[in-house]
T-cell receptor
Framework: SQQGEEDPQALSIQEGENATMNCSYK?????LQWYRQNSGRGLVHLIL?????REKHSGRLRVTLDTSKKSSSLLITASRAADTASYFC????????????FGTGTRLKVLA | KAGVTQTPRYLIKTRGQQVTLSCSPI?????VSWYQQTPGQGLQFLFE???????NKGNFPGRFSGRQFSNSRSEMNVSTLELGDSALYLC????????????FGPGTRLTVT
């Protein structure tokens, strides 16, 4: 099964509203990252949060990490039509295996 | 710095054929990972190379293979193509792996008919 599961699977909001998406994972991690993917294209790295960090900001993005609950959330404030994309979380496990595990993604649609 | 490049961008092959995809990482990056993305299975890890060595491999059959050259460029090969291999194949590079963000290329869209 997927290490990361995003919730919700799809989200539709109006421009200017905030969008929150969540990611849950199963094993201990070194770090967690969020990526954006515009339709059928490569992924763009948004933010990396390490296991010893609880919150991180980057522009209109705010990421939180709760290692006790094995969950993370991505908040996009004052959303724009250009934020329409799929968002994925990726976890880097501490097991020593050199692979990221991607979640199933949240499809965000921002209506102008 | 130039980003990650992948060639070709689009490819149409017939069942039973083989295909080779190429990835050039960002200059200085030594880790290259490959992923398969399909609507049904999402993003699945294929393998990761670091300094010409495969460090990890996902759960794909032996028809999927890869290699990395001394200049960090990487190739992946799929032999005996099946219809289910139709997917977007993404390559990502990072300085050394798990502790850094990955930079993705635009992908190669493979269609198997």
């Amino acid at each position: 099964s997927q290490q990361g599961e995003e919730d919700p699977q799809a989200l539709s909001i109006q421009e200017g509203e905030n969008a929150t998406m969540n990611c849950s994972y199963k094993t201990s991690i070194n770090n967690l990252q969020w990526y954006r993917q515009n339709s059928g294209r490569g992924l763009v790295h948004l933010i990396l949060i390490r296991s010893n960090e609880r919150e991180k900001h980057s522009g209109r993005l705010r990421v939180t990490l709760d290692t006790s609950k094995k969950s993370s959330s991505l908040l996009i404030t004052a959303s724009r039509a250009a934020d329409t994309a799929s968002y994925f979380c990726a976890t880097a496990p501490t097991s020593g295996t050199y692979k990221y595990i991607f979640g199933t993604g949240t499809r965000l649609k921002v209506l102008a | 710095k130039a980003g990650v490049t992948q060639t070709p961008r689009y490819l149409i092959k017939t069942r039973g054929q083989q295909v080779t995809l190429s990835c050039s990482p960002i200059s200085g990056h030594r880790s290259v990972s490959w992923y398969q993305q399909t609507p049904g299975q999402g993003l699945q890890f294929l393998f990761e190379y670091f300094s010409e060595t495969q460090r990890n491999k996902g759960n794909f059959p032996g028809r999927f293979s890869g290699r990395q050259f001394s200049n960090s460029r990487s190739e992946m090969n799929v032999s005996t193509l099946e219809l289910g291999d139709s997917a977007l194949y993404l390559c990502a590079s990072s300085p050394s792996g798990l502790h850094y963000e990955q930079y993705f290329g635009p992908g190669t869209r493979l269609t198997v008919t």
